[in-house]
């Protein structure tokens, strides 16, 4: 194993653990399959970066950026609800990120895979996931309580649009970090798959945190496992595996 692979595998373990616990939430909130649409929101800024020969993250991160805002907007002025909303932004920049991503480097847009990991970016990708991880921690009671009861969140002075849009950031923050090995089109699978298997064992929160965060880093380990052995791209692998994980969590009842 090279360098550079190790340092995608340390990178891909720490984003899944984070997945896991920011796909938790997502459940809650009734929108996981937000994550498969958010992750859409990266092809604009992948397939410009590829035309421009930049580095196709920094291009993803500009195009999530302006997607979150522009999700934003559109739930305060005009009551959307947060899936209808990101329905809208993402049709745009599904067409978009099609038209301007070059025929050759679309592939790897939509599958991951497209730049080796230097010892500064696996540096940024941990700070990230530290980031995600301790917002998501500072705001877990707010959140909790906003999902159960907003007017009750409101009387405790609770900023209930503040504290959406700040997890809304952390949730595309996290799409980010998972563009690298699994791309637009898979990134989503990592917020989705692991919370679905979380929720089939949990009885309480924090069992559903945890179980959610450890069968991502499963998915994500087996699968590069496999990848490596096999030669096969990493992320469909990694997805295929999580798939296969929840298909057996579905026999407990």
């Known amino acids: 194993m090279t360098a550079q692979t190790a340092y995608g595998v340390?990178?891909?373990?720490?984003?899944?653990?984070?997945a896991g616990v920011v796909g938790s939430f997502a459940l809650m909130k009734r929108m996981?399959?937000?994550?498969?649409?958010?992750?859409?929101?990266?092809?604009?800024?992948?397939?410009?970066?590829?035309?421009?020969?930049?580095?196709?993250?920094?291009?993803?991160?500009?195009?999530?950026?302006?997607?979150?805002?522009?999700?934003?907007?559109?739930?305060?002025?005009?009551?959307?609800?947060?899936?209808?909303?990101?329905?809208?932004?993402?049709?745009?920049?599904?067409?978009?990120?099609?038209?301007?991503?070059?025929r050759e480097d679309l592939i790897d847009a939509l599958f991951g895979g497209f730049a080796p990991l230097s010892p500064l970016m696996l540096t940024v990708g941990l700070a990230g996931c530290i980031a995600v991880a301790s917002t998501i921690f500072i705001l877990r009671d707010r959140l909790i309580l906003i999902i159960?009861?907003?007017?009750?969140?409101?009387?405790?002075?609770i900023d209930v649009e503040r504290v959406n849009f700040i997890y809304l950031c952390m949730f595309g923050a996290t799409i980010l970090l998972g563009l690298q090995h699994l791309g637009a089109l898979l990134a989503g699978a990592m917020i989705i798959v692991p919370a679905a298997i979380g929720r089939q064992f949990a009885k309480t929160l924090d069992q559903f945190l945890i179980i959610s965060a450890v069968a991502a880093m499963m998915a994500v380990g087996i699968g590069f496992?496999?990848?490596?052995?096999?030669?096969?791209?990493?992320?469909?692998?990694?997805?295929?595996?999580?798939?296969?994980?929840?298909a057996a969590s579905l026999f407990r009842r």
């Open 10 to 18: 340390v990178l891909a373990l720490s984003t899944a653990l984070v």
């Open 32 to 102: 996981t399959l937000a994550g498969d649409v958010v992750s859409h929101l990266a092809l604009p800024g992948l397939g410009l970066a590829f035309l421009w020969h930049l580095n196709p993250l920094l291009g993803g991160a500009v195009t999530l950026a302006i997607g979150i805002v522009i999700i934003d907007r559109l739930q305060r002025r005009t009551g959307l609800a947060t899936e209808t909303a990101i329905g809208v932004v993402f049709v745009a920049g599904l067409a978009i990120g099609t038209l301007v991503t070059p």
């Open 148 to 157: 159960f009861s907003p007017d009750v969140a409101k009387s405790l002075s």
């Open 225 to 246: 496992a496999i990848a490596l052995r096999s030669a096969l791209p990493p992320g469909p692998v990694i997805v295929a595996v999580a798939s296969v994980m929840f």
